[in-house]
């Protein structure tokens, strides 16, 4: 994965959280006004926006 990708797709942002696709799927569900791009029918994870959720979610 490049360093370089502002919107990671669902398979992209799994391995980026070293989680699986179907918890993914319900984490970028759950969070769309937070940090996902919905660009068709597909959704995406802003990664600057998914890391700054990310240090939220560690600070809770």
């Given at each position: 994965?490049?360093?370089?990708?502002?919107?990671?797709n669902v398979?992209?942002?799994?391995a980026?959280?070293?989680i699986?696709?179907?918890?993914?799927?319900e984490i970028?569900?759950?969070n769309e006004k937070i940090?996902?791009?919905r660009?068709?029918?597909r959704?995406y994870?802003?990664?600057?926006?998914l890391?700054?959720?990310?240090l939220?979610?560690?600070?809770?």
């Amino acid at each position: 994965m490049e360093d370089s990708k502002i919107l990671l797709n669902v398979e992209e942002t799994a391995a980026y959280l070293n989680i699986g696709k179907t918890k993914t799927r319900e984490i970028m569900k759950d969070n769309e006004k937070i940090f996902v791009v919905r660009i068709g029918n597909r959704n995406y994870a802003h990664k600057t926006l998914l890391d700054k959720w990310l240090l939220a979610q560690i600070k809770n």
